[in-house]
Protein backbone atom coordinates (compact mmCIF):
# COMPACT_ATOMS: atom_id res chain seq x y z
CA UNK A 1 0.00 0.00 0.00
CA UNK A 2 1.64 3.24 -1.07
CA UNK A 3 2.37 6.07 1.82
CA UNK A 4 -0.21 8.57 2.12
CA UNK A 5 -0.23 12.60 1.52
CA UNK A 6 -0.33 14.82 5.09
CA UNK A 7 -3.03 17.24 3.36
CA UNK A 8 -1.80 20.06 5.51
CA UNK A 9 -0.46 21.74 8.47
CA UNK A 10 -3.12 20.80 10.74
CA UNK A 11 -2.78 17.65 10.07
CA UNK A 12 0.90 17.03 10.36
CA UNK A 13 0.46 18.96 14.04
CA UNK A 14 -2.01 16.35 14.77
CA UNK A 15 0.72 13.74 13.74
CA UNK A 16 3.43 15.14 16.27
CA UNK A 17 1.33 15.22 19.51
CA UNK A 18 -0.44 11.88 18.50
CA UNK A 19 2.48 9.60 16.74
CA UNK A 20 5.09 8.70 18.54
CA UNK A 21 7.26 7.78 15.98
CA UNK A 22 6.58 8.21 12.11
CA UNK A 23 8.27 8.99 9.00
CA UNK A 24 7.67 11.89 6.35
CA UNK A 25 8.73 11.85 3.04
CA UNK A 26 9.11 15.33 1.68
CA UNK A 27 8.09 15.63 -2.06
CA UNK A 28 7.34 17.68 -4.79
CA UNK A 29 5.89 16.96 -8.11
CA UNK A 30 8.49 18.65 -9.83
CA UNK A 31 11.82 17.05 -8.48
CA UNK A 32 13.17 14.17 -9.97
CA UNK A 33 14.94 12.49 -7.39
CA UNK A 34 11.62 12.48 -5.48
CA UNK A 35 10.21 10.40 -7.67
CA UNK A 36 13.28 7.69 -7.30
CA UNK A 37 12.59 8.11 -3.47
CA UNK A 38 8.48 7.72 -3.91
CA UNK A 39 8.71 3.90 -4.70
CA UNK A 40 11.13 2.99 -1.65
CA UNK A 41 8.74 5.40 0.54
CA UNK A 42 6.09 3.20 -0.37
CA UNK A 43 7.73 -0.12 0.38
CA UNK A 44 8.97 0.73 3.48
CA UNK A 45 4.97 1.79 4.51
CA UNK A 46 4.03 -1.21 3.08
CA UNK A 47 6.90 -3.79 5.23
CA UNK A 48 6.36 -1.27 8.80
CA UNK A 49 2.92 0.22 8.12
CA UNK A 50 1.87 -2.25 11.18
CA UNK A 51 4.27 -0.13 13.59
CA UNK A 52 4.93 3.14 12.52
CA UNK A 53 3.10 5.84 10.11
CA UNK A 54 5.21 6.33 6.88
CA UNK A 55 3.99 9.40 4.80
CA UNK A 56 4.37 12.14 2.64
CA UNK A 57 4.03 15.67 2.32
CA UNK A 58 4.08 17.63 -0.87
CA UNK A 59 6.15 20.84 0.00
CA UNK A 60 4.46 22.91 -2.77
CA UNK A 61 1.53 22.59 -0.80
CA UNK A 62 2.89 22.77 2.56
CA UNK A 63 5.99 25.54 2.45
CA UNK A 64 5.14 26.41 6.03
CA UNK A 65 6.20 22.89 7.46
CA UNK A 66 9.25 23.40 5.06
CA UNK A 67 10.09 26.53 6.64
CA UNK A 68 9.48 25.28 10.01
CA UNK A 69 12.08 22.58 9.82
CA UNK A 70 14.49 24.76 7.41
CA UNK A 71 13.90 21.43 4.41
CA UNK A 72 15.83 23.39 1.63
CA UNK A 73 16.32 20.33 -0.62
CA UNK A 74 14.37 17.65 -1.49
CA UNK A 75 13.92 14.60 -1.46
CA UNK A 76 14.32 14.64 2.55
CA UNK A 77 13.58 11.85 4.63
CA UNK A 78 12.78 13.25 7.89
CA UNK A 79 12.07 11.02 10.98
CA UNK A 80 10.32 12.11 14.18
CA UNK A 81 10.27 11.03 17.45
CA UNK A 82 8.08 12.30 20.20
CA UNK A 83 7.51 15.28 18.43
CA UNK A 84 11.09 15.97 17.07
CA UNK A 85 13.26 15.19 14.18
CA UNK A 86 15.57 12.60 15.22
CA UNK A 87 16.87 12.32 12.65
CA UNK A 88 16.42 13.47 8.57
CA UNK A 89 17.89 11.70 5.45
CA UNK A 90 18.49 14.73 2.66
CA UNK A 91 18.83 13.35 -1.60
CA UNK A 92 17.92 10.28 -3.07
CA UNK A 93 18.90 6.95 -0.24
CA UNK A 94 19.19 3.08 -0.91
CA UNK A 95 16.00 1.36 0.65
CA UNK A 96 18.31 -0.16 3.15
CA UNK A 97 19.39 3.30 4.05
CA UNK A 98 15.61 4.43 5.29
CA UNK A 99 14.81 0.73 6.73
CA UNK A 100 18.09 0.84 8.86
CA UNK A 101 17.05 4.51 9.94
CA UNK A 102 13.99 3.18 10.83
CA UNK A 103 14.65 0.21 13.06
CA UNK A 104 17.25 2.01 14.94
CA UNK A 105 14.23 4.38 16.81
CA UNK A 106 11.94 1.34 16.40
CA UNK A 107 13.99 -0.37 19.18
Not at 15 to 38: H, M
Amino acid sequence: MPAAYIENETEFDALLSAESLFVVDCTAAWCGPCKLVAPLIDRLADEYGDRVKVLKLDLDANQAVAKRYGIRSIPAVMFFQQGDVAETLVGAKKYDEYSETLSKYLG
